[in-house]
């Protein structure tokens, strides 16, 4: 177990957060992304930035709460740790679909000319309009909380046998992956990516999704191994040279092989199954040493405090709730504006940044019912203790 304050850590879930918010935004500047707002004009980099940060930016969520949970079950019982992860995560999933989602469909429905009235009208019809996008009903961002959470229900069994009686099978793994073996994860992860993606290459809906879904929990899995073994993270530290070349190479590597986000089945194609297998392996290559990257340059750089980390440490899980709303009203308004699209874009992006950070400052953090809410501890849990190491959604 890591025994003291990684606050690489911390500010890696910070930034994992900031990149979302660039993410969405740049959404309105794409084709063919959700939410359905378009700005007239496009931008060929932005499409490049989200399709690159795609590969990497949930597993890095998913990675960092695999570590967050890890010291959220320290001194718990299974069951007492179930209980716990109930209200911090079912709670505010129930409070996100029933009052943060419903705002950003009614602003797109009105963009695209389906709905004509004012919020309170519309309001019961995202219940009753069937499920998302040809209807209104749905959870929208907030389904990787619902994802987390399952892993939790999964893992929390596993995760109990890990730390006890497989904990002699665990070491002996992690000797194995000392140095460069670090990098032999990413055949765990094609053994899943490559039979699972022809099949399920589809939405975030728990039935359709089960590439992403196993692919996200072995990294989930991951950020709790290395939580019990600093000295993967440490490994990562020295290579994270070697990681940031890796990625840039598959980077490079997947625009001239592919050249578009995913690959075409063209059952005609003599090549199909080595493309395929090309487009796995580079992927997931891609994946993971972006990931090992971003964990290998924040134990170099970022491993001090301050008063703006402890902030935005507390901060983080509320503003992933509440930011994609606050981008979909602003990204409603800015894309009529007269303006040049780097404009548009910095006002979407920083406005978003200014709002959530104000909306968690003066109406969650004060008050604990809406701490308990948007799944913060309460006041008096964290005043005089330090904060645990926490995933994003610790």
């Known amino acids: ?96 679909i029933l009052f943060i989602v419903p705002p950003m469909i009614y602003v797109e429905k009105l963009f695209l000319g389906e709905f004509v009235g004012s919020l309170l009208s519309f309001y019961p019809q995202f219940f009753t309009e069937g499920f998302y996008p040809n209807g209104n009903l749905s959870w929208h961002h907030l389904w990787f909380i619902a994802y987390l959470f399952i ?50 290459p589809g939405f975030r809906d728990l039935v359709h999704d089960g590439a992403s879904f196993s692919h996200w929990f072995l990294l989930f899995i991951a950020g709790f191994v290395v939580a019990n073994n600093e000295s993967i993270l440490d490994n990562a530290t020295r290579l994270r040279f070697i990681s940031l070349c890796g990625a840039v190479v598959s980077i490079v590597l997947y625009y001239l092989v592919f050249g578009e986000k995913t690959l075409i089945a063209d059952y005609s194609d003599a090549l199909l199954i080595p493309k395929y297998l090309a487009y796995c392996v580079i992927r997931i290559t891609m994946a993971w040493c972006c990931i090992l990257s971003c964990l290998g340059f924040a134990g170099r750089h970022l491993r001090f405090n301050s008063p703006t980390l402890a902030f935005l440490s507390e901060a983080v899980y509320p503003l992933f709730i509440l930011h994609l709303t606050i981008i979909t009203i602003l990204g409603y308004w800015v894309v009529g504006q007269p303006w040049a699209l780097s404009v548009k874009y910095m006002t979407i992006t920083t406005g978003t940044i200014v709002l959530t950070l104000a909306s968690y400052g003066w109406c969650i953090r004060p008050f604990n019912f809406m701490r308990l809410l948007f799944g913060v501890k309460p006041k008096a849990a964290v005043i005089g203790s330090v904060p645990n190491q926490s995933g994003v959604l610790e």
């Open 1 to 96: 177990m890591i025994s003291s304050r990684r606050y690489d850590l911390d500010w890696l879930r910070v930034i994992a957060f900031l990149i979302l918010i660039y993410f969405h935004s740049a959404i309105f500047f794409i084709p063919g992304g959700l939410p359905m707002i378009q700005n007239a004009d496009t931008s060929t980099g932005m499409e490049i930035f989200v399709h690159i940060s795609s590969q990497f930016r949930l597993g890095l969520l998913f990675f960092i709460s695999g570590v967050g949970v890890a010291f959220a079950r320290r001194r718990k019982t299974p069951w007492e740790f179930v209980r716990e992860r109930s209200r911090r995560l079912l709670i505010p999933l129930l409070v996100g």
């Open 151 to 200: 892993y939790c229900l999964i893992a929390v069994w596993f995760f109990d046998w890990m730390e006890n009686r497989g904990k002699a099978v665990v070491d002996r793994w992690v000797n194995r992956c000392s140095g460069y073996g670090i990098y032999k994860y990413i055949g765990l992860l094609l053994a899943i990516e490559i039979p699972l993606r022809a099949l399920f």
